[in-house]
């Protein structure tokens, strides 16, 4: 795949990553370290001030700066009402912070020889031949559709360019909540089965939409393994990394340092959340690639030093080093214009399951970051970051809905790397 982003998102990549290293010794890219006792005062400050505003009911969070920890603290309350507050050993629901595991878990397979980006995903799920695209309706109502021009490839499926339509309030919306292929009860060969049924939203690779393109990842996992994702994932990511808290399910004795979710209705408040607890608390046939995990700090620190240190750490190897370089490399060519909220996040592409930062911050409103680093969040206002650059990985949790419309993200960026100035 030719195109100009993806070439100079390379080259950039590769840049970085030969100023990081000379022979076997790291050479320090900045003089002084990002993360100063100036700078942890900073965080404190404004992570602190979202609780004593009333906008979230507890934050946390974690960095480590050339493998050491510069900076942890919580700030408020994992549960308000029971006065129980948020500390290092709070588990919380990370949602999409479940994908990039899922694509780490995908590209376990891929450096076998599994499969290539570009094979048609129909190769290995002939659940997904033959893809139709709903174009409109004729006067009678009667969905118009015509022929993919091209297959759905895997590469799609990493890059949310396959064309799985969301729910919605359009006729091809409600034909995708009528086949509840999400819902918990299918396991993954239902949940792959109803959605390939169901036509497409725009062509295979024309357009970016975020969608259930992990979930299908999962499915694709269990069927070139021959293994139950669940189990998959587990042995050959999170047990490997120690990531023993990283779970689907919550067993009883961990429930205590489980937080509540809570919603904000309002300038300074909040609700409690309790339609999501059954998610973890019981066990469900529907194993998710796209969210679905909860985790704690130190566990997903675990994962992110993994992808910093280009697929090991202390001795265990996850990936290799070209893989983690391929995941973290823009994968959208210039021709893909439709970006759905892509473009909030910031002067980014989009990898393997993680937003890649191809350029400064064009404004002072923009999200703080560092060319060359990869992320992501959750849909419970939870965010994550890896900066080869500087050697930083960062994370941050809180259980805030909806999504982060406190400008929470880009102040804790902000924290750490400073105002952002423009030039």
């Known amino acids: 795949m030719k195109t100009t982003s993806i070439s100079i998102a390379i080259a950039m990549l590769a840049l970085v990553l030969s100023c990081k290293e000379t022979g076997n010794e790291k050479v320090q890219t900045t003089e002084n370290p990002i993360v100063s006792d100036s700078v942890k005062q900073r965080i404190d400050s404004v992570l602190k001030s979202f609780v004593d505003a009333g906008d979230i009911a507890g934050v946390s969070a974690l960095i480590y700066e050339k493998d050491k920890e510069v900076y942890f603290n919580a700030f408020g309350f994992a549960d308000v009402e029971a006065q129980k507050p948020m500390d290092r050993s709070t588990i919380v629901q990370i949602y999409s912070m479940t994908k990039p595991v899922t694509g780490t878990a995908l590209m376990t397979l891929f450096e076998e020889g599994k499969f290539q980006l570009d094979d048609p995903l129909e190769k290995y799920a002939p659940e997904f031949a033959d893809m139709k695209v709903y174009v409109g309706e004729d006067s009678s109502g009667k969905p118009i559709l015509e022929?993919?021009?091209?297959?759905?490839?895997?590469?799609?499926?990493?890059?949310?360019?396959?064309?799985?339509?969301?729910?919605?309030?359009?006729?091809?919306?409600?034909?995708?909540?009528?086949?509840?292929?999400?819902?918990?009860?299918?396991?993954?060969?239902?949940?792959?089965?109803?959605?390939?049924?169901?036509?497409?939203?725009?062509?295979?690779?024309?357009?970016?939409?975020?969608?259930?393109?992990?979930?299908?990842?999962?499915?694709?996992?269990?069927?070139?393994?021959?293994?139950?994702?669940?189990?998959?994932?587990?042995?050959?990511?999170?047990?490997?990394?120690?990531?023993?808290?990283?779970?689907?399910?919550?067993?009883?004795?961990?429930?205590?340092?489980?937080?509540?979710?809570?919603?904000?209705?309002?300038?300074?408040?909040?609700?409690?959340?309790?339609?999501?607890?059954?998610?973890?608390?019981?066990?469900?046939?529907?194993?998710?690639?796209?969210?679905?995990?909860?985790?704690?700090?130190?566990?997903?620190m675990k994962f992110a030093r993994m992808l910093v240190h280009e697929g090991s750490i202390d001795s265990v190897e996850i990936l290799k080093p070209e893989t983690v370089q391929l995941m973290a490399t823009n994968q959208l060519a210039d021709s893909i214009t439709e970006r759905h909220f892509l473009p909030s996040k910031g002067q980014v592409g989009f990898g393997i399951d993680f937003a890649v930062r191809t350029a400064p911050p064009a404004n002072a409103d923009e999200n703080n970051g560092v060319v060359g680093e990869f992320f992501w969040d959750g849909a419970a206002s939870t965010l994550f970051w890896v900066d080869p650059v500087n050697d930083l990985t960062a994370v941050m949790f809180v259980q805030l809905f909806p999504y982060d419309q406190i400008g929470l993200h880009k102040s804790f960026r902000d924290a750490v790397y400073g105002p952002i100035e423009v030039e």
């Open 147 to 300: 022929d993919a021009r091209r297959p759905i490839t895997i590469r799609d499926i990493t890059r949310h360019t396959a064309g799985f339509a969301g729910i919605g309030d359009t006729p091809l919306g409600k034909m995708v909540a009528e086949a509840d292929a999400l819902n918990r009860n299918n396991n993954l060969v239902e949940m792959a089965e109803k959605m390939g049924k169901l036509p497409l939203q725009f062509h295979p690779g024309e357009e970016w939409l975020y969608g259930p393109c992990v979930d299908v990842q999962a499915f694709l996992v269990e069927r070139i393994s021959g293994m139950p994702y669940q189990q998959y994932v587990r042995e050959h990511v999170l047990d490997k990394l120690g990531m023993e808290e990283t779970r689907y399910f919550i067993p009883e004795k961990d429930r205590k340092r489980f937080a509540a979710l809570y919603r904000r209705t309002g300038k300074g408040t909040i609700e409690r959340d309790t339609l999501t607890y059954s998610n973890y608390l019981e066990k469900w046939p529907l194993t998710r690639g796209g969210s679905g995990l909860t985790s704690t700090l130190d566990d997903y």
